[in-house]
């Protein structure tokens, strides 16, 4: 068993008010290019790190833990507070999505590019590039350059 697979990183909102913790190792870590992460980040591209429901706690805050849910399948939470997003669940998983950039002592190490054929930032690695998802999330798992 490596040291990641027994790891725990701690993870908060921009004010601090939010705290989360997580154990173990993500599912998966990837960059998501699709628009709607783009413009909920407002940011050219979004680092997601997957975890089990179970892998996910949050510590302090829940009660200023706010979901805002333009699709039900993601339910993207942030701090009432100050505005920072933390993570969004996708219950049809069900797997939680904590943003790579809430989880400072995390080793993010992305193995894919997923909604590809929305990207707006071409980064310069050899993973794969899905247009969407990979079939088994339910993609076409249609690839591109
Ligand atoms: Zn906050
Ligand atoms: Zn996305």
Known sequence: MSSNETATHKG???????KIEVSGAPMRMGYCHCVDCRAWAA???????????????????????????????SL?????????????????????DV???????????????VFHGESVLDIADELPRFKDLPEEAGGSGEMVG
């Open 43 to 73: 940011a050219p591209v979004n680092g997601f790190t997957l975890w089990e429901p179970s892998q996910v706690t949050v510590t302090e805050g829940e009660d200023d833990l706010s979901t805002f849910a333009k699709t039900p399948g």
């Open 12 to 18: 908060q909102c921009f004010c601090g008010t939010v």
């Open 76 to 96: 993207r939470k942030f701090c009432r507070k100050c505005g920072g997003h933390v993570m969004s669940e996708h219950p049809a998983g069900p797997y939680i």
């Open 99 to 113: 943003y790579s950039s809430v989880l400072p002592s995390l080793d993010f190490q992305p193995s894919f590019h």
